[in-house]
């Protein structure tokens, strides 16, 4: 395993819930975040502002991902890769924000485009330069499946994001993935479809994971059989409930999910 991958090793399952507060936050990695005290609270409490108290994208979610996009900074920085912390940081604590809402409505073609435009719109009150809202703002959207991340804070990001799908199945992926499916259901009403979702859900994950879009340093191998072993877990129930093999409902996935998961 590449030193680099040391950033999942090291995770912990769960976080310390006092570690996700405010002060907690700051006593775990201090100045190093780059914000001053009363700034990073300004953070803090302006990125809350656009999550929903109940949600498989609450703030909480928002914190764990920084808290993990931390760690894996640490880790590139002691194997030599440099990363503007901050930027990560801030990235991290916005980058679902509005996610409990259809963005269509809001003029944004995706989620993804309307949390990012969300902290560029933000940034100047938070510490950020423009040319880093922009980059920031172009970060938040690289955690759509189907934009390829083109920096290293934007990989930092995504791989902090996508913890929990290489997590342990049953304690940690099924527990999230029911928090996403009442999400969605909220935000798509009666036009929600459970079967559908899992299927998408499926071929989202497999898009988010895969090794060619998640290049550079952090590029793990294991993780990623981590993360398809999930898949394959994720699949078979949704099979059975189906009514069908194991088989067949990954080749209807699509080639994509037959080439990782067969």
Not at 71 to 82: H, Q, Y
Not at 109 to 124: I, L, Q, S
Not at 129 to 148: D, F, K, L, M, S
Not at 167 to 193: H, I, Q
Request: aromatic share 12%.
């Amino acid at each position: 395993m590449p030193e680099h991958a040391a950033w999942f090793s090291a995770q912990p399952e769960v976080i310390p819930e006092d570690e996700l507060s405010i002060e907690g936050f700051q006593s775990r990695w201090g100045n190093a975040l780059g914000f001053s005290g009363e700034l990073f609270e300004r953070l803090w409490n302006r990125a809350a502002q656009f999550y929903p108290e109940t949600s498989g994208h609450d703030f909480s979610h928002a914190a764990e991902t920084a808290w993990r996009a931390n760690l894996i900074v640490d880790f590139s920085e002691a194997n030599g890769t440099t990363m503007n912390r901050k930027l990560v940081t801030g990235m991290s604590f916005f980058h679902d924000a509005c996610s409990h809402s259809d963005p269509r409505r809001a003029g944004f073609a995706t989620k993804e485009a309307r949390a990012g435009f969300v902290f560029f719109k933000n940034a100047p009150l938070l510490g950020f330069t423009y040319p880093e809202a922009i980059r920031g703002q172009r970060g938040i959207e690289t955690t759509n499946p189907y934009v390829r991340p083109s920096r290293n804070e934007d990989v930092a990001l995504n791989l902090a994001d996508l913890y929990n799908v290489g997590a342990n199945y049953e304690r940690v992926m099924v527990p999230r993935t029911e928090e996403f499916a009442e999400e969605a259901a909220e935000r798509y009403g009666d036009k929600f479809d459970f079967a559908r979702f899992t299927a998408d859900s499926i071929r989202l994950v497999l898009n988010l994971t895969s090794l060619d879009r998640l290049s550079g340093p952090f590029q793990i191998p294991e993780w990623q059989a981590l993360v398809d072993t999930n898949l394959r877990s994720w699949a078979a129930n949704a099979a059975e409930a189906a009514g069908t093999s194991f088989q067949n409902y990954v080749r209807g996935l699509g080639g994509v999910a037959a080439a990782r998961l067969l």
